[in-house]
């Protein structure tokens, strides 16, 4: 019995340290995430949001080669339809959120973006009581709303663009969804990046010029694509491995609380009462669809 008893503890103890190892992964991957996006942010005066967008595109389409090798599974003939269509939500997501935070604060560009993804798990539900999860969600948007029209409000186009991000994100969970049946998940997130980087480089150089391979940007650019993409997708598959998708989840539900923490640290981004309760809102209402029981949906890069 005693030696029975120390068994059972033994693996216990090994489960716990699964476990936390998979929800510091989550954390990780989020404070990455969105170390990042400051981080990106601080290069928007040098080179736009543009510019930003396409060093973050091609040195991530750049890592995800390196790592995943695709071209050992590259998908055939109308797979490519899904791909593409996949890796251009991806690129409208990540131009569309840089365009946003360039014009309000992170953490309420984060809470707007999550709308997308949130809108997914709700719509595929049909149970009645989701419907406080929706009121939620709308509730939280609607009480930024107010502040769009006063002068020291949220400029109303870049609120819109974050929108927009989030509906990108939703095309980007759906066909990741059915690109992911043809391939595995890292062979997709790269063959979409690179989709991706074909449409925004370009516009990037062609927007920036010069700017955009300087010495000063280039080692920046990298960071950026490593920290917002490369590592918090490593650390994801990671904690996915290791804990159940509710949990995981449940954890991505607090990314808008740590972006407003992150912009607060690291561009002393404030905001206000109201709208630390419209980013609460949003997280419950995210944290509630977890629990609504749906086939599981990558969270995103």
Do not use: H
């Not at 716990?16 to 190892?21: D, E, P, S």
């Not at 404070?31 to 595109?57: C, D, N, W, Y």
């Not at 990046?193 to 920036?208: D, F, N, R, S, W």
């Amino acid at each position: 019995m005693p030696l029975l008893r120390f068994s059972s503890l033994g693996f216990s103890m090994q489960i716990n340290r699964v476990l936390l190892t998979a929800v510091g992964s989550v954390l990780l991957a989020m404070v990455t995430i969105q170390s990042g996006a400051s981080l990106a942010k601080q290069l928007f005066p040098i080179i736009g949001p543009e510019g930003t967008t396409a060093l973050r595109l091609g040195f991530a389409a750049a890592v995800l080669w390196l790592v995943f090798r695709p071209w050992r599974a590259m998908p055939q003939g109308r797979d490519w339809q899904s791909i593409i269509i996949y890796g251009l939500c991806l690129g409208g997501m990540n131009i569309l959120f840089y365009l946003a935070i360039e014009r309000i604060p992170l953490g309420i560009a984060v809470a707007l973006e999550f709308t997308g993804p949130l809108a997914v798990a709700l719509f595929s539900s049909k149970r009645k009581s989701d419907l406080f999860w929706v009121a939620c969600a709308i509730a939280g948007i609607l009480l930024l709303m107010p502040s769009l029209s006063s002068a020291q409000g949220l400029d109303i186009a870049g609120a819109l663009m974050a929108l927009g991000a989030g509906a990108c994100w939703a095309g980007y969970i759906l066909f990741g969804t059915r690109t992911g049946k043809q391939a595995s998940g890292g062979i997709t997130v790269a063959l979409g990046m690179t989709v991706a980087a074909i449409v925004l480089v370009p516009v990037g150089a062609v927007t920036q010029g010069l700017a955009l391979i300087s010495w000063e940007v280039l080692p920046l650019g990298l960071l950026v694509a490593v920290l917002s993409s490369a590592l918090p997708y490593s650390l994801e598959m990671v904690a996915l491995r290791n804990m159940p998708t509710q949990a995981f989840s449940v954890l991505m539900s607090l990314e808008p609380a740590i972006a407003a923490l992150a912009g607060f640290v690291i561009l002393s981004e404030q905001l206000s009462l109201l709208q630390w309760l419209a980013i609460g809102l949003v997280i419950i209402a995210s944290i509630g669809s977890s629990f609504t029981p749906k086939k599981a949906v990558e969270m995103g890069v």
